[in-house]
């Protein structure tokens, strides 16, 4: 990711069902992590990832990146498959902060933020 876009991130957050982890976190994979822990509470069901940016932007990153879905069944990916989830998602950060598109707060959530497009 060019220096310039990823200078934009500085911190990202994981969501549980209970708010477990409220501490801002440096990387992607540091939320993941936290979401596949054993201290994330239903994280399949209510996983959320957050990169804050500056100017008090926001994007939440898309569910479909850590969590597989079959049939009825949602599951976190397996740490084994961490590497292959965090470029993929770097590659989405790349695309989406190179797009000027407006960030807004979410109004459902208001800790939680979303892409608006």
């Not at 994330?40 to 500056?54: C, D, H, K, M, Q």
């Not at 926001?58 to 740490?79: E, G, N, Q, W, Y």
């Not at 498959?81 to 000027?100: M, R």
Request: charged share 25%; aromatic share 12%; with cysteine.
């Amino acid at each position: 990711m060019p220096d310039n876009l990823m200078c934009n991130i500085f911190a990202y957050r994981a969501f549980d069902l209970r708010d477990r982890f409220p501490q801002p976190l440096e990387t992607f994979r540091d939320a993941l992590e936290y979401l596949q822990s054993d201290v994330a509470f239903l994280p399949s069901i209510t996983g959320e990832i957050v990169a804050y940016l500056r100017g008090g932007k926001a994007l939440t990153i898309p569910d479909d990146f850590f969590l597989r879905r079959m049939d009825s069944d949602v599951s976190l990916v397996h740490p084994e498959d961490n590497d292959d989830v965090c470029d993929a998602v770097e590659k989405w950060l790349q695309e989406t902060l190179s797009q000027p598109q407006a960030y807004t707060a979410s109004s459902a959530y208001p800790k939680r933020f979303e892409l608006m497009s």
